[in-house]
């Protein structure tokens, strides 16, 4: 996934981010999915644990992000899993 994503930020001019957020996020008005949540929404983000229950540090996927750095509210995936199985039409359809 992290060189299909390479791939198509090379052959966009674009970043993932950007590129997931313009083709897939704002079609679907998936208005709370980000890779990079903005400061104000990071306490929204779920906190993971070691195996000893200590807070385990935020993953920084970096060039790696296309192989899972979305993070996206219930809702927005909701948002998703309706468009996908076609159970809402939306702009994204026929590619679906």
């Not at 468009?83 to 809402?88: D, H």
């Amino acid at each position: 996934m992290s060189l299909l994503g390479h791939v198509l930020e090379r052959v966009t001019h674009t970043n993932f981010e950007s590129l997931v957020l313009e083709r897939i996020c704002r079609p679907l008005h998936m208005d709370n999915t980000d890779v990079k949540p903005p400061p104000g929404l990071k306490w929204r983000i779920a906190v993971g644990h070691d195996d000893n229950g200590k807070r385990a540090p935020d993953f920084d996927l970096q060039v790696m992000a296309p192989a899972g750095a979305l993070r996206s509210t219930v809702n927005d995936l909701l948002k998703y899993l309706a468009a996908e199985t076609g159970l809402t039409n939306s702009p994204l359809s026929r590619l679906m």
